[in-house]
């Protein structure tokens, strides 16, 4: 396949499928499947196509069994395809996972890459070999990262002694010593507390902007898209259902917005169709507007003819509401979609 040089991921028509043995409950089912064992086809991704060009932050967003974890798994030479072709910087990754491994760095949540027993920078001076660094490249490089990550502290530690958000900044510069063109990161904040989130997130990006890097994430947590990427391809069932950038993304499915009236007197009547009070205190009232039945215009010149405000504030939902809406008109479509 020849490489778009404005991609650094090429997909076309990918479609993985799994062959699933199946066999009856208890000890006589076991038996009986030693010997005719049924099986069914579970299909994982159903053709799909996307193009990431270099330097984009992508979010790759889905439920549960969506489909995610299998394309990450193909796209870096874990899995093959039953059908479909996939171009990552140039490489085949099925037919060229150990040329694609030099270009690429990633991190799995829930699976590290790190030694367990062994202190960080050991397992950073051990990847440099496999990485075949020269050692003051690698020596610069290392410095570099331990300053920007802040882990010189966390150098001499052995990985189990580290709290879970100190791993995972270890684990991003042991991804990032080779200096990728592109980094996969699964699920990179599971299980992280709010303050370590916020730090990962902001590395991750900073790190794409500062050298140039590809970055395509996967995660179920919608602040991780929100503060990294810049595009959002939502995927159900194996097939894609969005492709968006973020800000295009909030702007097309935001119908409804809270607004919230700080005002002089101690209470406001605001009654217009397609408004609801949501919290009514005194001097405070925040009101969630359906922006289809009324513009939040009119909500706030009806505020100001009703009663002298000292502030008004409208704000956007959350981006997990609007996910949950994609998902929601998905599953409406879903009979239409069936193959």
Known sequence: MKKNNDNAVSVTNLTKTFIVREREPGFLGAVKGLFSAKTREVRALEGISLDIKQGERVAFVGPNGAGKSTTIKI????????????????????????????????????????????????????????????????RKRRAELVEAFDIGDLLGRAVRQLSLGQRMRCELVASLLHRPHMLFLDEPTIGLDVTAKAIIRDLVRDTSLRDGSTVLLTSHDTGDMERVCDRVIVINHGRLLLDKPVGELRRGYIRRKMVTLATVEEKIDLTLPGVEVIESKPYRTVVEVDVTVTPVEAVMQAAMKASRLHDITVEDPPMEEIIKTIYAEAREKEPALAP
Not at 83 to 91: D, P, Q, R, S, T
Not at 99 to 118: E, N, P
């Open 75 to 138: 796209l870096t030479g874990i899995l093959h395809p039953t059908a479909g072709e996939a171009n990552v910087l140039g490489f085949v990754p099925w037919k060229d996972r150990t040329k694609l491994g030099y270009h690429i760095g990633t991190v799995f949540g829930q699976r590290s890459q790190l030694w367990y027993h062994l202190p960080a920078g050991d397992t950073f001076d051990l990847l440099s070999k496999v990485y075949e660094l020269d050692p003051e490249v690698y």
